[in-house]
């Protein structure tokens, strides 16, 4: 293609040149949604939204303060499956333990033992980010105790996550 076309053509799909595109690929252009949803935070109230029992809405479970869409997970997540327990809410420490007991069913790893902190890491590292997309996080990972920003706050590094200016 030769220069000029090609910087005509860029600057149609840029939306420099109104009409350059025929309408309805400009239409298309326009009014594509986005690829992904943004990432966003979660409070308590929002992440138990997505607890898998209503049909039709994605399924979240949050490890780490981080929210994972496990949606496509559903006969492991959904409703009556087997580790339903562990969705709408930051279960790390069952998933720490492999528990579904209540009691374990929250964000305190306190008093966790060696072996059950690196059971934790290798089942975030090597089943959630590897195989569930990032939505977001929880609000107790983002902000301290009295709403101010956690500065040590860093995104996970998952391939298919991007944090643009959401937070």
Do not use: C, W
């Not at 290798?122 to 107790?140: E, M, Q, W």
């Amino acid at each position: 293609m030769a220069g000029g076309a090609a910087r005509l053509l860029l600057a149609a799909l840029l939306g420099a040149l109104p009409g350059a595109l025929p309408a309805a690929a400009e239409r298309e252009l326009r009014f594509r949604p986005a690829a992904e949803a943004p990432v966003r935070l979660f409070t308590e109230p929002e992440l138990a939204r997505y607890d898998g029992q209503q049909e039709g809405q994605p399924i979240y479970l949050a490890v780490k303060g981080v929210v994972f869409d496990v949606t496509s997970g559903k006969e492991f997540y959904g409703k009556g499956a087997p580790y339903n327990a562990l969705v709408g809410k930051d279960s790390t420490r069952g998933v720490a333990k492999m528990s579904l007991d209540p009691a374990d069913l929250t964000h305190d790893i306190t008093g966790l033992t060696e072996e059950e902190l690196k059971s934790l890491d290798d089942i975030f590292n090597n089943v959630y980010k590897a195989k569930y997309p990032i939505v977001g996080y929880t609000s107790r990972r983002i902000l301290n105790e009295d709403g101010s920003p956690n500065l040590d706050f860093k995104p996970e590094d998952q391939p298919h996550f991007s944090i643009k200016d959401e937070f």
